[in-house]
């Protein structure tokens, strides 16, 4: 039972990342992209790939998992950013399923349908982190979470964060007010894109086997439902949102009702939040917050009704 | 040379004639009006000078440069900005958010002696002081607008007429050598109107050029210094207010002709 719920705190914090990442993509820049899930096997067979057949080390597999993924991000932004709501989400979900479809049939990288096994155990200092014994993985996936989430806080606190979030509120007059929203929009893909990557990497070494199946279009639905559940453009709630929705996902199994409440329950379950939160809490449990109040340096500034 | 023009401006779509063959001409220091009835195309003009629209012949010149066809985020920093017939504001950020969005392209990498580099993580995790001079300096504008106790306030949340003002203050934050109004008396009542007058005057008078879009014809004949009439994307007279009012083609195309 403890095990349980450790397991699905680090499917939390699995989640967590490539939900932060969705955040920076939807719930700060506003495009609707729905390929998390691509961009999560890109990493976790990046991983798995290197690991087993060239003897790469797990950490540095790492910086490629995200390089590739963010590399696919821009490959795939390029061409498809300049779409908007619906059409973006449209060709992103082809993304995600051409990714499924080519490790499904690259027999000779990908192992096909079967996919990869054995993979390497995670090594640091001479300490393995056997997933079997989950507290010391699931330290290692805590510690991710938290470092990406103070970069990703940082990140939009900063100037670029505030040029992200201009283009979600309106486009055209951020065009007119000098920011170039295609570079900004391609940045913010490929910084989400590389973090799933990222997770994708962890997912392979907590599972130490990957298979195609893994990586479908519900993955990223779900990562969505974790970003409007915890509140689009607030990266803590969007953490908040990966618990709740994992913790809806194995409800069964964790109060042993697995027998009779059949898998397909939590589906039904999600329809059915998505559908609550849009009529009572559009902007999600905790909601945006806004950075700029209590704002350190609100000092004074001295200045008559003047233009300087 | 003036500080704006267009020459031949033409811009169709498919079969209708939006801006036909105009040569407008906007000078330094001065107020430009851009007058019409509804559908005479002047904000298709205003949106052919401020890059969101191509023209389809013709061009666009800025202090002698021709501008045509570049992207708008590209025009904007040579110091054209502008505002827009419906008020597009940051909505979902605070008042202040959306003036320091106006100053986004002057900071940043601009400085080259620290290096790119050095500039982004400086920026990234707020060691410079940049941050503090792009807030501090949304401050002073909002104050210009008497709206700076307003600075944490969503912008969706504003009232209208401030919103209004919001819009110009976050154009002014580029500090722009030339401002495009784009009906910015439209909504408001006439103590508004009045208080806006004096506003864009003295804009004007801190050397920023305006050329604007009015229906409010006291206000235009108030305070522009020059007129630009079009009429079925004609241009059909163009000079002082003073001309322009007794100009019979302006007539015409206002209160139609005489049928005598």
């Known amino acids: ?308 | 040379m003036n500080l704006l023009e267009t020459e031949n401006l033409t811009r169709t779509y498919g079969g209708v004639i939006a801006v036909n063959d105009v040569s407008f001409v906007a000078e330094k220091g001065l107020i430009t009006g851009l007058i019409g009835p509804n559908g005479a195309g002047k904000t298709t003009l205003f949106n052919n000078m401020t890059g969101l629209d191509l023209p389809t012949k013709g061009k666009v010149y800025f202090e002698g440069k021709d501008i045509t066809g570049w992207n708008s985020h590209n025009i904007s920093r040579l110091g054209i900005s502008r505002t827009f017939q419906n008020i597009r504001l940051f909505s979902d950020m605070s008042v202040v958010e959306n003036v320091m969005i106006g100053r986004h392209y002057m900071t940043g990498n601009k400085d080259h002696k620290t290096g790119r580099l050095k500039n982004m993580l400086n920026s990234y995790f707020r060691m410079n002081e940049e941050e503090d001079i792009m807030f501090e300096n949304a401050i002073k504008l909002l104050k210009f607008f008497g709206i700076a106790n307003l600075e944490q306030e969503l912008a969706r949340n504003l009232p209208y007429g401030h919103q209004r003002e919001l819009e110009i203050a976050r154009a002014l934050a580029s500090e722009p050598k030339v401002l495009f109004l784009d009906e910015p008396a439209a909504g408001m009542n006439p103590q508004e109107t009045e208080h806006l007058m004096a506003t864009i005057r003295k804009i004007r008078d801190t050397g920023v050029s305006v050329v604007l879009i009015e229906h409010d014809m006291k206000l235009v004949m108030n305070i522009c210094d020059n007129i630009t009439v079009l009429n079925y994307g004609q241009m059909i007279a163009q000079g002082t207010p003073h001309e322009i009012k007794n100009n019979s083609l302006v007539i015409e195309a206002y209160l139609g002709k005489d049928e005598d």
């Open chain 1, 1 to 308: 039972m403890f095990n349980f719920f450790l397991l699905i705190l680090i499917y939390t914090g699995i989640y967590a990342l490539m939900a932060l990442g969705q955040n920076l993509i939807t719930g700060y820049t506003g495009m609707l992209s729905l390929c998390q899930a691509g961009f999560f096997a890109i990493g976790s067979y990046a991983t798995a790939i290197l690991t087993t057949r060239y003897g790469w080390s797990f950490w540095g597999t790492l910086p490629v998992a995200a390089l590739l993924s963010a590399l696919f991000g821009v490959l795939i932004g390029l061409p498809t950013l300049r779409l908007k709501g619906d059409y973006l989400a449209i060709a992103t979900l082809g993304f995600g399923e051409i990714v499924r479809n080519v490790l499904n049939n690259w027999d000779s990288l990908t192992g096909g349908p079967m996919g990869i096994q054995r993979i390497p155990m995670v090594t640091i200092f001479g300490f393995t982190i056997n997933p079997y014994k989950k507290v010391a993985f699931l330290i290692m996936v805590i510690i991710f979470v938290l470092v990406t989430y103070y970069l990703f806080e940082r990140l939009g606190r900063s100037r670029m964060g505030r040029a992200l979030q201009a283009i979600r509120d309106d486009e055209i007059a951020a065009d007119a007010m000098g920011i170039n929203i295609t570079k900004y929009k391609v940045w913010a893909f490929a910084i989400g894109a590389s973090v799933a990557g990222i997770a994708g990497s962890l997912q392979t070494v907590y599972s130490l086997s990957v298979t195609p199946g893994s990586y479908t279009f519900m993955v990223s639905v779900l990562v969505l439902c974790m970003v409007v559940l915890g509140g689009m453009g607030n990266f803590a709630a969007v953490i908040l949102g990966a618990f709740i929705i994992q913790l809806i996902s194995y409800f069964p199994q964790l109060v042993g009702l697995s027998g009779v409440i059949p898998p397909q329950f939590k589906q039904i379950l999600f329809g059915a939040i998505l559908v609550v939160m849009m009529i009572w809490r559009p902007q999600g449990i905790i909601g945006v917050r806004s950075y700029m109040v209590g704002r350190k340096n609100s000092k004074k500034v001295e200045v008559s009704n003047e233009l300087a």
